[in-house]
């Protein structure tokens, strides 16, 4: 079974600007959740999408956004780059929403300059 | 507010010397308590769940255990592909809907041959 996916695997963008990253979930898997990793900060949580809604959403500004589609991919936008916005962004998956046995991407490495 | 502590920050081991890894927690209503394995580049692997004080669970070299305040990630006889971050999260939270994980900023073990 292929595993979670993350595209793209690099970005570099300015101050400013906006940038989408994408997620693929595991096949049947309908829950996915998006964390930002820094290596002061550790391992974030931003939010949780089951069935197109989101569940829960961490401490991030609203610069930060996400959706899920019908077919479970899910994509996260983030508005208005800053730099302290550069970080590895990571995406899981999971079978039902809630759990925390979560499978994780390889990660979007962004950096803002 | 959830926390988790991972203690030592940094562990650096001989090849077969066994050691523990540390997580202390504070959470309002454990949910579940995660053990994940990160490598260099890659997203965090899932090891184990643990639900409630004295719950033990075992995966070849790794046995995790959970009081009401800490888990300890026990490595018996290590070998130097053990080598990586292991980090711990918590599931809070009283019910309902989807609770992120809270992440501890992990130990970086090194097993020296």
Known sequence: KAG????????????????TLSCSPISGHRSVSWYQQTPGQ???????????????KGNFPGRFSGRQFSNSRSEMNVSTLELGDSALYLCASS??????????????RLTVL | EDQVTQSPEALRLQ???????????????????????????KGPEFLFTLYSAGEEKEKERLKATLTK???????TAPKPEDSATY??????????????????KGTHLIIQP
């Not at chain 1, 550790?42 to 829960?56: P, V």
């Open chain 1, 4 to 19: 979670v996916t993350q595209t793209p695997r690099y970005l570099i963008k300015t101050r400013g600007q906006q940038v």
């Open chain 1, 42 to 56: 550790g391992l974030q949580f931003l939010f949780e999408y089951f069935s197109e809604t989101q569940r829960n």
């Open chain 1, 95 to 108: 079978l039902m929403t809630g759990s925390g046995a979560q499978y994780f991407g390889p990660g979007t």
């Open chain 2, 15 to 41: 090849e077969g010397e066994s050691s523990s890894l540390n997580c202390s927690y504070t959470v309002s209503g454990l949910r579940g308590l995660f053990w994940y394995r990160q490598d260099p580049g």
């Open chain 2, 69 to 75: 305040k800490e888990s300890f990630l026990h490595i």
């Open chain 2, 87 to 104: 980090l711990c999260a918590v599931q809070g939270g009283s019910g309902g809907g989807a609770d992120g994980l809270t992440f501890g």
